[in-house]
């Protein structure tokens, strides 16, 4: 049964749907006079910031592109291959952007929506947030899954279903360039204002969060965004379209052994069918008054996986004979997997479970000890992360092999990807709703609205900070799942290369086969050779590099802020008397030109040293680098993503009122008790939101770099 109009339809009543949750959260009240002039000032900075971002990133873009088309045209020997990845390149990274920009436009109308419907009920609020956040993660994955498809028929792929795959890897490094400049540069902008914000006002002059009086705040809010919604947007853009890519990559092998076509197509039509689930899904949340949102919340996705689960049985047994059943569970253990983590990230950053509440307990005995502990919790997340990961990729692998197929076992994989990737758009409209109520909160504060209104706000912001956590564990896992798939798809891409120029007959990899043998292929990375360990202990390497010039830029970008609120502070007294209005606007410019600044050291890091290492230890070093890079990549980003989220939340129980002293009392906002946990939460936040998450990026661009370069390094 040819079931590909889904993929088609899928993508266009997706973008119908987004249009309507957009029209839904538009058309609601904008609250106060006060709450829309706030509203409006984060929407300007937001949108100024993201113009000047996408200038910088753009001029980046075209140059890479066309040294991209240069180098191929050369190293391939033809001038159509270069031209055509440089188009894809250019496609990738242009829907990247859009799928960013327009996500986030519709994120930062819906905050000052929020605060409004949360002076009138909960249910309203979780409302308004949730499809406002839905938006841009539904418009995320229906741009990549109608480009990738796309560009595979433009590419030829309905008359040569076994070339295109390789060309259009170019739409995935498109993807992922933008991805890690957008992640970098909103990750560096929102920590940097967070931390700003927090250590002159929270610490040292004593004020609420979200005050007024503080300088800093307006550009905190508008950081939220830029981070959250446009950085992660493009994040889990490109993780669709290059973990897609790739699945296609190796449907490839099997397509040539069977002469299917549904083998290379099936991770579209997969996809297709987790839209529809999602957008059910997000109707299964239930909107009744209730007072435990992050339940309504797990419900709908719930809803949504069960869902996920019976369309995988389905297409699986439309499109891949005989055997579906064995691919049918294979995709199921991606979907469980999915589930797993969303539970794991919940246990180490939400209130109600151990870790967070040990974080808050030793902030009794001051900020060393609370970061200790922090610290330990963001270890011991890697265990559970790497025990389920295995657990995974063993069990899909031995069930594809179940198949009898050659490839099968392999071609499991890729399926649990494509399961995995399956509740994506759910996932993306959780996430963005952190960042929404955050905004919502902020808006509440300064306003002064009514204390009904704050507590709703505060109850959602909590839910948000366990949603943002929930989406960079579900990034990092899909991630990781997805890496044995791309290294398998870089070993492809190097053995189609090598017999593409090969001038002798004989198999370079075993002299008892012919060149054109379909089992002469490029199969394992030996660690044994000493420039192959060296590509992989430069790729570990090179994700703490990556890492340390990422928390050094927030570092040296929030002192700048630090010394300007301080500055406003003692230069106008009439700040803290609530008598003179803040300089926004200089905090504002201050962290864009810091952002945009300080992105591109740790973004050519990344671009160029695989290049490098490529072009002189040539191809079996490279996939070192690919492999090693990717386990430290993943086993670091757990740390650095759940680490930070366990400190946000500890601080956010302390807050709560949750933890109390050895008389029953519970600590207030403004106790020592409560300054630790603040110190430990900015400790934390460039882990969370600036390192941790472009690490998710940097693990798929090595990939895509590889896949896209293979020729300069044969």
């Known amino acids: 049964m040819d079931i590909i109009w889904v993929v088609p339809f899928s993508g266009l009543l997706t973008l119908a749907f987004v249009a309507y949750l957009a029209w839904d959260v538009m058309r609601r009240d904008t609250g106060t006079k006060a709450m829309q002039e706030i509203a409006a000032t984060i929407y300007e900075g937001a949108m100024a910031f993201l113009n000047r971002q996408y200038r910088t990133i753009g001029v980046l873009a075209i140059v890479t592109a066309i040294l991209i088309g240069a180098v191929l045209a050369i190293f391939q020997n033809d001038v159509e291959i270069g031209v055509r990845t440089s188009i894809a390149f250019l496609v990738g990274a242009g829907a990247s952007a859009l799928s960013g920009f327009i996500g986030m436009f519709v994120a930062v109308k819906s905050n000052g929506r929020t605060a409004s419907a949360a002076q009138r009920s909960l249910t309203e609020a979780v409302t308004t947030a949730l499809r406002g956040g839905a938006v841009s993660g539904f418009l995320v994955v229906a741009l990549s899954l109608l480009g990738v498809t796309a560009m595979f028929y433009a590419y030829g792929g309905g008359d040569d279903p076994a070339k295109a795959p390789f060309i259009i890897v170019g739409f995935g490094f498109g993807a992922s360039f933008v991805a890690l400049f957008a992640q970098l540069g909103g990750g560096i902008y929102t920590k940097a204002a967070d ?202 692998f031995f069930l594809g092999q179940q198949s009898g197929l050659p490839y099968g076992g ?222 430290a990549g993943i086993i670091l980003a757990t740390v650095l993503n759940n680490g930070g989220g366990a400190w946000d939340n500890a601080k956010k129980f302390i807050e709560a009122g949750s933890l109390k002293d050895e008389h029953g009392q519970p600590y207030k906002k403004g106790s020592f008790v409560h300054a630790a946990a603040v110190v430990g939460d900015t400790v934390g936040d460039p882990f969370k939101d600036t390192a941790g998450p472009s690490l998710h990026v940097l693990v798929k661009l090595l990939a895509t770099i590889t896949l896209v370069l293979a020729p300069l390094f044969i």
């Open 410 to 631: 392999i071609y499991g994989t890729a399926i649990a990807t494509m399961g995995m990737l399956m509740t994506c758009a759910f996932i993306l409209a959780m996430d963005t709703f952190g960042p929404i109520t955050d905004n919502a909160g902020g808006i509440a504060e300064m306003s002064h609205a009514p204390e009904s209104a704050r507590h709703i706000t505060d109850a959602l912001d909590a839910v948000g900070n366990t949603t943002k956590a929930l989406t960079k564990g579900y990034a990092i896992a899909s991630a990781a799942l997805a890496a044995f798939l791309l290294f398998r798809a870089y070993l492809d891409e190097v053995t189609t290369v090598v017999k593409h120029r090969a001038a002798t007959v004989a198999c370079p990899w075993d002299d008892k086969l012919a060149l054109s043998d379909n089992a002469c292929r490029f199969e394992s990375i030996d660690l044994s050779k000493v420039e192959v360990f060296v590509g992989g202990f430069l790729g570990a390497m090179l994700v703490y590099l990556f890492s340390s010039l990422a928390i050094r830029a927030v570092q040296r970008a929030a002192s700048s802020i630090i010394e300007e609120v301080r500055r406003q502070f003692r230069t106008d007294p009439g700040i803290m008397a609530g008598t003179t209005r803040p300089d926004y606007a200089r905090v504002v410019d201050i962290t864009t030109r810091s952002a945009l600044r300080e992105m591109v050291a740790p973004g050519l890091l990344a671009v160029g040293a695989p290049i490098v290492v490529g072009l002189v230890l040539r191809a079996e070093a490279e996939g070192a680098l690919l492999m090693v890079g990717t386990m």
């Open 195 to 396: 931390m700003g914000a927090d250590l002159v006002g929270k610490i040292e002059a004593g004020i609420p969060e979200d005050d007024p009086r503080n300088a800093a705040v307006i550009a905190d809010l508008v950081g939220d965004n830029v981070g959250d919604c446009a950085g992660r947007g493009a994040d889990l853009f490109e993780s669709t379209a290059a973990e897609n890519i790739g699945a296609m990559i190796l449907g490839v092998a099997i397509f040539l052994a069977t002469g299917n076509t549904a083998w290379v197509l099936f991770p579209l039509v997969v996809r297709a069918f987790g839209l529809i689930a999602c957008m059910i899904g997000l109707y299964g949340v239930p909107w009744g008054e209730h007072k435990d949102p992050m339940a309504a919340l797990n419900r709908g996705y719930w809803v949504t996986c069960i869902l996920c689960i019976a369309g995988m049985a389905f297409v699986t047994n439309q499109m891949l004979g005989e055997h579906w059943y064995w691919f049918a569970a294979a995709g199921s253990v991606g979907i469980i997997t999915s589930i797993a983590f969303v539970y794991i990230t919940q246990y180490y950053t939400s209130g109600g479970w151990r870790p967070v509440q040990e974080i808050a307990r030793a902030s009794r005995t001051g900020p060393a000890t609370n970061i200790v502990a922090g610290i330990a919790v963001g270890f011991e997340t890697t265990a559970s992360t790497a025990i389920v990961i295995s657990i995974a990729l063993l069990s899909s």
